[in-house]
Nanobody, 123 residues
Framework: QVQLVESGGGSVQAGGSLRLSCTASGSIYNMAWFRQAPGKEREGVAYINTDSGNTNYADSAKGRFTISQDNAKNTVYLQMNSLKPEDTAMYYC???????????????????WGRGTQVTVSS
C-alpha cells in the first residue's frame, strides 16, 4: 500500500513562490501534481517519470512551475514561482500511472492520491 503525504502549501501574495513536497511510502512510479479549485474539475499541473526524469507540464504551469524528485527521500517537489491568484487551489500529489506522460497529465489515471495541500494566492 502506497501512502502519499503532501506539505508546503500556504498563503502567498501574487508574484510569490511556494515549494510543495510529496513524500511517498511504498513502491512508486510516474508521479504528478494535480490541482482543483472550488467549482472546477481537477487538472494536471506537472508530471515526472521517476525512472527517466522526463517531465510534462500543463500550459498554465510552463515557465513558472518545476517538478523534481529526490529518489533517496522518495519525494517529489513542485516549485511554484510567479504565483497568480488563479493558481489558488487544493494541490494533490498522485503516483503510479501506467500510461505515457501526456495521458497521465491529461487524465487522473493514477492509483494513489494524497489528501492535498491548500495553496492560496492573493492579489
Amino acid at each position: 500500500q502506497v501512502q502519499l503525504v503532501e506539505s508546503g502549501g500556504g498563503s502567498v501574495q501574487a508574484g510569490g513562490s511556494l515549494r510543495l513536497s510529496c513524500t511517498a511510502s511504498g513502491s512508486i512510479y510516474n508521479m504528478a501534481w494535480f490541482r482543483q479549485a472550488p467549482g472546477k474539475e481537477r487538472e494536471g499541473v506537472a508530471y515526472i517519470n521517476t525512472d527517466s526524469g522526463n517531465t510534462n507540464y500543463a500550459d498554465s504551469a510552463k515557465g513558472r512551475f518545476t517538478i523534481s524528485q529526490d529518489n533517496a527521500k522518495n519525494t517529489v517537489y513542485l516549485q511554484m514561482n510567479s504565483l497568480k491568484p488563479e493558481d489558488t487551489a487544493m494541490y494533490y500529489c498522485a503516483a503510479n500511472c501506467p500510461y505515457g506522460r501526456s495521458r497521465c497529465l491529461a487524465s487522473p489515471a493514477f492509483t494513489y492520491w494524497g489528501r492535498g495541500t491548500q495553496v492560496t494566492v492573493s492579489s
